[in-house]
């Protein structure tokens, strides 16, 4: 099994910048497609940007020319950093990724990380 973990949330003021780790940990032999995930309060949980194994991304359309997604596969983590952050990027961010037991591939979420951006 897996576990995620986040890093690096805080509450900013708009205009600054954050960068977002996940880590992943455990008992797996390939970690694949990884990905982040936001939730606001009372808002369904929504995708924010993901990238193959082989560094393929791809971004929400709010993301895009902000946010920077990447991965260290030596390190079993991914990145996420944020630049311009607006108040509408207040959220909880999930770590999400695809990791291989055995020749099973199992989906895995983090707990999640509060970023404010608030003035």
């Known amino acids: 099994q897996v576990q995620l973990v986040e890093s690096g949330g805080d509450l900013v003021q708009p205009g600054e910048s954050l960068r977002l780790s996940c880590a992943a940990s455990g008992s797996f032999s390939s970690i694949g497609a990884m990905a982040w995930y936001r939730q606001a309060p009372g808002k369904e949980r929504k995708y924010v940007a993901g990238l193959s194994r082989a560094g393929d991304t791809n971004y929400v359309d709010s993301a895009k020319g902000r946010f920077t997604i990447s991965r260290d596969n030596a390190k079993n983590t991914m990145y996420l950093q944020m630049d311009s952050l607006k108040p509408e990027d207040t959220a909880v961010y999930y770590c999400?990724?695809?990791?291989?037991?055995?020749?099973?591939?199992?989906?895995?979420w983090g707990q999640g990380t509060q970023v404010t951006v608030s003035s």
């Open positions: 999400n990724a695809l990791a291989q037991h055995d020749s099973t591939w199992t989906t895995y």
